[in-house]
């Protein structure tokens, strides 16, 4: 009896788990089979109209946004781990904040300093004397200025990829070079950044994934790319199949992306692991001391104190309440669903990763790939390969019932929070399931035998064993899915029951009407909330950072 019921334990976590693959391969094949199903007729007049323009302004803002980051995530990097100069330890850190910042909360915060009626241009016209057209200054509301807020936001990922990779890496090569007559700038050149180039890459190609699936940055500085002609196509235009074909170009585009990252990234970990003696770091003064503090200071400034200083002016000075029955109906919203959804991610990270240890083999293999693959679909292309499908199951429905039953269903699926929640879940399972694997990684398969000898199937061994000792990676996982649900907004908008809106789309919408002063209050909150992980990660820099000094 009892091996029976262990049996089906077994079965139902196979089933679970292949469901759950299922589900996150849905909005692909929902993509795939709207834009080829879709008439030909608009496959025409999106490339006689609109195509070329999102290509090459998507392919330029990623383009940008790559060299940008690469320069100041490295460059930040190889000063804090091989050069000693005032405040190094503190700047380390620090420069991890700006993750916490949505691009789209930066870009409302440097449009009211720099836009026109901005208080930099209200200045200088006022002490210079200018007329309006008497002065040319930067647009911020353009492809260069939606670079440069996505390179502040996202330079931390490559800055962390790449201080990992110097910090292993042996100081005998770099040693060698010196001894053969190299500048430590030209043994850097020569050595270094060639050793952790992979690493580099890695997170150059992550930032590449985060620069095609944003929408609030690109959309409120009208910047013509895939997103914003997806989420145009679906609402200003009506028309589902130009939205599905254009979404299944940027898919191909992700999916390639998360191909070469997944790649470099096991190049990475290769060449981290022959690391040897650290390297010592060069201790710096005078003018090279404080250079190297500005310029990792930069980046810290931009992306983090500045933004925040102008938001909280801006906040006082709007007629937002967070307290009122309005807003926090939004709080609540944005709660709710971070919520539910974090715990769903969670549990489904569970589902998978114990299908991947207690099976094994191609099939558990499959799953856990195609449910990682959600980190590189932009959720644009998430949302419209959900409703695709769930849209057309609600209207056959609906129409079935009517005809044989005279009862009206509705859209049983379609706009509906589960809905929603379900798009969240398969975007952000990959993280849920990279904190479970470094949980599950300290817990021995002899712990697993012994729980099975002491008559626990599948289903207790998670309970009784994995659980307890994997609760504080689990919870990691659920902080990292609640905080990046608060910020999602493409998925959001395209998706969220009527009249259910969030702080995303509340900053959104003050934005779009160009109340910026109003759109400061819930940017903040989703920042400040945005800042929890941050601190995790930031507590993990400062330990990586002890036992560098202790080696």
């Not at 781990?81 to 991890?96: C, K, Q, S």
């Not at 799953?367 to 959720?379: M, S």
């Amino acid at each position: 009896m009892k091996s029976l019921f262990h049996k089906m334990a077994h079965r139902s976590l196979m089933l679970s788990a292949v469901v759950l693959a299922v589900l996150c391969l849905l909005p692909h094949l929902g993509v795939l089979i709207a834009a080829v199903t879709g008439t030909s007729e608009t496959l025409r007049h999106l490339i006689g109209t609109v195509m070329a323009g999102y290509v090459s302004t998507t392919a330029i803002l990623v383009l940008l946004v790559g060299i940008g980051t690469c320069a100041v995530g490295t460059g930040a990097a190889w000063l804090v781990t091989m050069t000693e100069f005032p405040g190094r330890r503190w700047i380390e850190i620090a420069l991890v904040i700006p993750l916490a910042f949505p691009a789209y909360v930066l870009a409302y915060a440097y449009t009211h300093l720099l836009d026109h009626p901005g208080i930099v241009q209200s200045t200088l016209r006022a002490v210079m004397g200018y007329g309006p057209r008497d002065y040319w200054f930067p647009e911020i509301r353009s492809l260069g200025g939606a670079a440069i807020m996505l390179i502040l936001v996202l330079y931390p990922y490559v800055y962390l990829l790449a201080r990992t990779a110097f910090m292993g890496q042996s100081a005998t090569v770099f040693h060698a070079a010196r001894s053969l007559g190299k500048t430590p700038m030209q043994a850097f050149w020569h050595v270094s950044l060639p050793m952790a180039r992979p690493a580099i890459a890695a997170g150059v190609l992550l930032t590449a994934m985060e620069t095609i699936a944003d929408f609030g940055t690109v959309s409120y500085f009208s910047v013509q790319t895939f997103a914003t002609g997806i989420y145009t196509s679906w609402f200003s235009m009506g028309d589902r199949a130009a939205a599905a074909q254009l979404s299944l170009g940027l898919l191909a585009f992700a999916l390639l992306l998360a191909f070469m990252e997944r790649f470099t990234r096991g190049n990475a970990r290769y060449a981290a692991a022959k690391a040897k003696t650290p390297l010592e770091r060069t201790v710096l003064s005078g003018v090279q001391a404080w250079g190297a503090l500005a310029l990792c200071l930069l980046p810290v400034l931009l992306g983090v104190v500045i933004p925040t200083i102008a938001l909280a002016v801006m906040g006082i000075g709007s007629e937002q309440n967070l307290l009122s029955a309005r807003y926090l109906k939004f709080i609540s919203n944005t709660v709710t669903l971070a919520l539910i959804a974090a715990g769903l991610t969670v549990t489904a990270a569970i589902v998978l990763g114990a299908f991947q240890r207690s099976f094994g083999g191609k099939l558990s293999d499959a799953a856990l790939y195609i449910a990682r693959l959600g980190y590189a679909v932009p959720g644009g292309v998430i949302a419209v390969g959900l409703l695709v499908p769930f849209a057309a199951f609600d209207n056959t429905l609906d129409a079935w019932m009517r005809a044989n039953f005279d009862i009206s269903t509705g859209l049983f699926f379609t706009g509906s929070i589960w809905l929603l929640v379900g798009a969240y879940m398969i975007r952000f399972l990959a993280a849920a399931l990279g904190a479970y694997e470094g949980g599950i990684s300290t817990i021995t398969t002899n712990m697993d035998a012994a729980a099975r000898v002491l008559g626990k199937g599948v289903w207790g061994v998670i309970g009784r064993v994995h659980l307890p000792i994997l609760t504080p990676s689990l919870m990691t996982a659920a902080l990292i899915v609640f905080v990046d649900v608060m910020k999602e907004l493409p998925a959001t908008l395209i998706m969220r029951p009527f009249n259910f809106d969030t702080l995303a789309v509340q900053a959104f919408r003050l934005a779009a009407d160009e109340r910026l002063e109003g759109a400061a209050v819930p940017s903040l909150v989703i920042a400040g909330i945005g800042l929890l992980p941050v601190i995790l990660l930031c507590r993990k820099v400062g330990k990586d950072a002890a036992k560098l000094n202790e080696g």
